[in-house]
């Protein structure tokens, strides 16, 4: 089955940066879309930053000019890089990403393939 591995979280202080790297493995024919999105205790999860398979960006309001996201294909990896990192950054974060992969016999498609999650944490 196709996983997704997440990794680069962790407790930094606020100003700081972290990279999150999310490796997708399986029977994987082809990734569409692939994004980062986070959760709060209490809140709803939001889209942080998506990426198309062509390189299209797109970024929550609270996060431009500061977060980066990438994506080497050759890896199936998505990266998210993060700088001047604040305390309302504090979440859990999702990897997500649009799969086509293969059982065997069929070729299947999840849009919603998730990450278990990293936490992120930023001290003020």
């Known amino acids: 089955q196709v996983q997704l591995v997440e990794s680069g979280g962790g407790l930094v202080q606020a100003g700081g940066s972290l990279r999150l790297s999310c490796a997708a493995s399986g029977r994987i024919f082809s990734i569409n879309a692939m994004g980062w999105y986070r959760q709060a205790p209490g809140k709803q999860r939001e889209l942080v930053a998506g990426?198309?398979?062509?390189?299209?960006?797109n970024y929550a309001d609270s996060v431009k000019g500061r977060f980066t996201i990438s994506r080497d294909n050759a890896k199936n990896t998505v990266y998210l890089q993060m700088n001047s990192l604040k305390p309302e950054d504090t979440a859990v974060y999702y990897c997500?990403?649009?799969?086509?992969?293969?059982?065997?016999?069929?070729?299947?498609?999840?849009?919603?393939?998730w990450g278990q999650g990293t936490q992120v944490t930023v001290s003020s």
């Open positions: 997500n990403a649009d799969i086509t992969y293969s059982n065997g016999s069929y070729l299947l498609r999840r849009p919603d393939y």
């Open positions: 990426i198309t398979n062509g390189g299209s960006t």
